[in-house]
């Protein structure tokens, strides 16, 4: 199953309980949410964002559609566990990883079911698979080494900053 209930509801429950992380959450793609309520919960928690207005879980809750009875539930299963904010780019990592397996899943089946088509496209199959296992959801390619140890290095006087040595982490945990 390319799906992770708990990734998702990290990432909602951390949006709604910090703004750095909604702004980093309204960035991302919506299909990055493989639960249609959680999808929902997304939509909501990114237009709030956009209107420049913090995605607090009473604000949430009162945009909940007619349409999606369990929003307000699953709204409180994402807060109810919600871990700190240095744990975000795991979570998201989780789910974008498993977006693009959904999306690498969905191309494999589109060229199974054109196996038998002696005029099949090669360079388009090739060019959609590309596509797919380059997509990286919006999000910036990592920092080299080099520059994550320039990093490293520059702020390593810093007080009270967590030095994780991961690339990136340090700037969230920080």
Known sequence: MLENIDAERSLIGLAISDTGCAE?????????????????????????????????????CNEAPDDCP???????????????????????????DLRKRRMLKLACVRVAGNIDNNTIDVDNIAS?????????????????????????????????RVNTGISGLDSTTG
């Open 24 to 60: 980093k959450l309204a960035m991302l793609p919506e299909d990055i949410f493989s639960f249609p309520v959680n999808r929902t919960i997304y939509k909501v928690v990114r237009r709030i964002v956009m209107d420049h207005k913090k995605p607090d879980i009473i604000t949430v």
């Open 70 to 96: 369990e929003f307000k539930q699953e709204v409180m299963k994402c807060c109810a566990g919600v871990i700190g904010p240095s744990m975000w780019r795991q979570h998201e990592q989780i789910c974008l």
């Open 128 to 160: 959609e698979l590309t596509r797919v296992i380059n997509d990286n959801g919006n999000k910036p390619q990592s920092i080299s080494m080099e520059d994550a140890i320039v990093d490293f290095v520059q702020n390593i006087d810093v007080v009270d």
